[in-house]
């Protein structure tokens, strides 16, 4: 299963390592989202930005909205049913499962590996955002409820 990570927390007093880490994940910017697969690596990544991210299992339909209505391509194009067909020879359906799945890897594919998402409408949890979501904030793992939280940012 697929995570999807967000960036939650800014740059103003992150270490150095910390910086890094979420270069390489490629969150510059509040709010990013990228899909990146379950592997020891990004785990290791994803433990070490935990305190700045938000990440859980995607699933399909969420995805599918993400990148109908999120997903860019180079020069900042919008993509459409007929884009991904014509591009990647599959439906957006297929794609979302396939990336699920681990079967493929969204960077690569034309569209582009980081969404810019909005803040998310009615705000992150009542406890804010510097506190885990065990205790009601809005860092850390979310598991399955990183959905809710996409189509809130959508």
């Not at 990146?36 to 785990?43: D, G, K, L, Q």
């Not at 049913?81 to 020879?89: F, S, W």
Request: proline residues 3%; glycine residues 10%.
């Amino acid at each position: 299963m697929a995570y999807a990570v967000v960036r939650i927390r800014g740059s103003v007093g992150v270490r150095g390592s910390i910086a890094d880490t979420l270069k390489m994940l490629r969150l510059h910017k509040v709010n990013h989202c990228v899909i990146i697969p379950n592997t020891e690596t990004y785990n290791g990544m994803i433990n070490k930005a935990k305190d700045f991210i938000t990440y859980g299992e995607i699933d399909k339909d969420t995805l599918i909205k993400m990148i109908l209505k999120r997903g860019r391509l180079s020069g900042n194009r919008r993509i459409d049913q007929e884009t991904v067909k014509e591009l990647m020879g599959m439906s957006v359906e297929e794609l979302a499962e396939k990336i699920v799945n681990e079967e493929i890897l969204l960077k690569d594919t034309p569209i582009k590996p980081v969404f810019r998402l909005h803040p998310p409408r009615k705000g992150h949890n009542k406890a804010g955002i510097k506190k885990s979501f065990t205790v009601g904030g809005a860092l850390g793992y979310r598991g399955e409820k990183i959905s809710e939280l996409l189509k809130k940012m959508i």
